[in-house]
């Protein structure tokens, strides 16, 4: 797939809905030119049940497989960060949780 336009950290804290519509996305500042995967895969990190829904809304055809890998890479980086950051023993984060259930 060619790069497009992605904003780079996806998550939920970044979306603004009201009702069944987005009014707003915020921080920015990792948007970069990537594969549109990412985004999917950022914004449905640790919320797996609401894959299926995204993936219809995203109205083509979607490699999950390709999501499954991006979930694993982004849990990766954040266990690394996060533990060279003070954040707590690996075991406690979440990130290992899903790289776990993904075994």
Same mark, same amino acid.
């Given at each position: ?6 904003h #780079? ?7 603004? %809905? &009201? =009702? ?6 915020? !921080?920015?500042?990792? *948007? ?13 990190? #640790?919320h797996?049940?609401?894959l299926?829904?995204? %993936? &219809? =809304? ?6 999950? !497989?390709?999501?499954? *890998? ?32 993904r075994?």
């Open positions: 797939m060619a790069p497009v336009f992605i #780079g950290d996806l998550q939920v804290d970044h979306v603004f %809905v &009201a =009702g069944d519509e987005v009014t707003g996305v915020v !921080d920015w500042s990792e *948007a970069s030119q990537g594969d549109a995967l990412f985004d999917l895969a950022t914004l449905t990190l #640790g797996k049940e609401h299926g829904d995204v %993936v &219809a =809304g995203y109205g083509t055809d979607v490699d999950r !497989d390709l999501i499954h *890998a991006w979930w694993s890479l982004r849990c990766l980086t954040n266990v690394r960060w996060l533990a060279e950051h003070g954040y707590g023993s690996p075991d406690e984060f979440p990130e290992v949780a899903v790289l776990r259930s075994l």
